[in-house]
């Protein structure tokens, strides 16, 4: 370890991103929260409607949603290198290589500004550094529309994202077998959503994992 990363340690001591405590270095959460954090069993994978299936280390309760909650509204962006970790593992262990293209579902412009960053964007690109890949953006959201978490019923949530995200680049993703990332899963309309925007402009398969997902 370098002076300055020592430095920086001491003055900014590295924190557990799932409950706070101070940690030691190289640490990314602590052993009690390790120990105890919901994980789902067999990588918590389901079936989609439009994508194939999504996996998803964690349950979106406790500890997790208040750390979710922080990186999404408070401005604790430096979270993402820790998911990316617990994500790629959980990649690693249930879906392999089997993908050629990861990416990630966006947020429109005016939310990405008033956040001051991408949540969904950041995971992706820590994930893709833990699996020795990149990621790319496949898709925008070019329409702003009510939140997702603010919206009840699947029916009601599918009526508000359609079409809402539009293909980037068609020639990146022809044929190709997509990894797409988000921060949560609950009733799967986002994913669907871009699974069919994808597949539509030619995406061979749409596989997804989130960090978190809903009992």
């Not at 918590?44 to 998803?56: H, Q, S, T």
């Amino acid at each position: 370890m370098s002076f300055l990363s020592s430095l920086l340690d001491l003055l900014f001591p590295p924190k557990c991103v799932f409950c706070g405590r101070v940690l030691g270095a190289g640490h990314t959460w602590c052993a009690r929260c390790g120990a105890e954090l919901p994980f789902t069993s067999d990588g918590g994978k389901r079936d989609g409607d439009v994508y194939a299936f999504c996996i998803a280390p964690l349950y979106y309760e406790g500890a997790v949603r208040k750390s979710i909650l922080r990186y999404k509204f408070r401005g604790a962006s430096s979270y993402a290198g820790a998911y990316g970790k617990i994500l790629a593992g959980c990649i690693q262990d249930h879906l392999g290589a089997d993908y050629d293209v990861i990416s990630w579902v966006p947020l429109s412009n005016r939310r990405k500004h008033s956040r001051g960053y991408d949540q969904s964007m950041l995971l992706a690109l820590a994930t893709a550094l833990e699996l020795g890949d990149v990621a790319v953006e496949t898709l925008a959201k070019p329409h702003d529309v009510t939140a997702q978490s603010e919206l009840a019923g699947k029916e009601e949530r599918q009526a508000n994202i359609s079409g809402a995200y539009e293909v980037v680049d068609p020639e990146l993703i022809t044929g190709k077998r997509i990894l797409l990332i988000d921060d949560i899963v609950t009733t799967g309309s986002t994913l669907d959503e871009c699974a069919r925007v994808l597949l539509a402009a030619g995406a061979h398969k749409v596989m997804c994992a989130a960090l978190a997902r809903a009992e």
